[in-house]
């Protein structure tokens, strides 16, 4: 078994650098080393792993299978180490005002049962929540962060996806039973009443895509003026509403809300966390950053975050 204890850290940066690069020139002139000292650090690692890291590649070099393996766990190591010691150094630095804007739909089904989270954890931080009608990002304005609805990719902010979205209905579990027997299909909702929270578009195209065209004919109506009160609606047992898992996942999860059925449909979108390029180096901003990613499952929250020391703006 390799020993590993008197191995230093820099020798595992070394490596990391010579293996993303795969050159030990371009390594050593990243990391103010010498050629020959790149090449005796990694003969070193390589003598006490026991295996050959790199071949030969013409004036480079090339990993070797044992070399990719290990380069995938210590670049995560090293990420993970980096991300450790930030937090650490911004620890006594997050602080001050953090601006939030959002849709309505996503500050009520969402944001308003998970911020308390955030808030114990980070008491020196004075969130303020501004809601913004339109859910495209031009309406987030200088929100320090933004939530937006899209396709992702804009061009003058920093930009990650939150959550892919597809939309299927739910309801209260007495409603569920009320038919006299659980639903099972969408012809189960031909007497029930649709909760809107749009013009009707996403309820029609859901029944349609479900082979169920017919039952927006039959079924009742009645429109919100935003997800959030057709959220409230269903849990009250008004009605059935179709929302993502995202905003509806917490509700599901108490068991005041059900999924009838299994089917659902993209929402030709998704959800993003927004902010600009300067805001990026705010301790309070990469903070928030981080505990948003990590609340929606992205186990690799960090690699999302560019560093902020050479993030333009």
């Known amino acids: 078994m390799a020993d590993l204890r008197n191995l230093p850290l820099p020798t595992l940066r070394t490596f990391e650098a010579a293996a993303r690069h795969q050159s030990l020139a371009k390594a050593a002139a990243e990391l103010n080393l010498t050629d020959s000292a790149v090449s005796h650090q990694l003969r070193r690692l390589e003598e006490a792993l026991g295996y050959d890291l790199f071949g030969r590649a013409g004036r480079g070099v090339i990993l070797t299978e044992a070399g990719r393996i290990f380069a995938k766990t210590v670049a995560t190591a090293l990420q993970d180490i980096q991300a450790a010691a930030i937090r650490l150094s911004e620890a006594d630095q997050v602080a001050g005002r953090l601006e939030i804007a959002c849709p309505p739909m996503f500050a009520s089904a969402w944001l308003a049962k998970h911020l308390k989270h955030f808030c114990k954890d980070h008491p020196t931080v004075e ?56 639903m ?130």
């Open 127 to 182: 969130c303020h929540i501004r809601l913004v009608e339109n859910q495209r990002v031009a309406e987030l304005g200088d929100a320090d962060v933004g939530i937006a609805f899209g396709s992702g990719g804009w061009a003058d902010r920093w930009s990650t996806l939150l959550a892919h979205v597809d939309i299927t209905p739910v309801c209260s579990p007495i409603l569920f039973q009320s038919v006299g027997r659980a």
């Open 184 to 313: 099972s299909s969408p012809s189960d909702l031909a007497t029930s009443l649709l909760l809107h929270w749009d013009d009707g578009s996403e309820w029609r195209r859901w029944l349609s895509e479900a082979g169920a065209g017919e039952i927006g004919q039959t079924a009742r109506h009645l429109y919100c003026s935003d997800l959030g009160m057709a959220i409230d609606l269903a849990i009250n047992g008004v009605g059935v509403a179709l929302v993502s898992d995202t905003l509806s996942s917490t509700d599901v999860e108490k068991g005041v809300l059900v999924r009838p059925f299994a089917f659902s449909i993209d929402a030709f979108g998704g959800w993003h966390v927004v902010c600009s390029h300067t805001g990026l180096r705010r301790a309070s901003v990469r903070r928030f950053l981080l505990w948003l990613l990590a609340s929606f499952g992205r186990d690799a929250a960090w690699d999302a975050l560019p560093d902020p020391l050479h993030e333009a703006g």
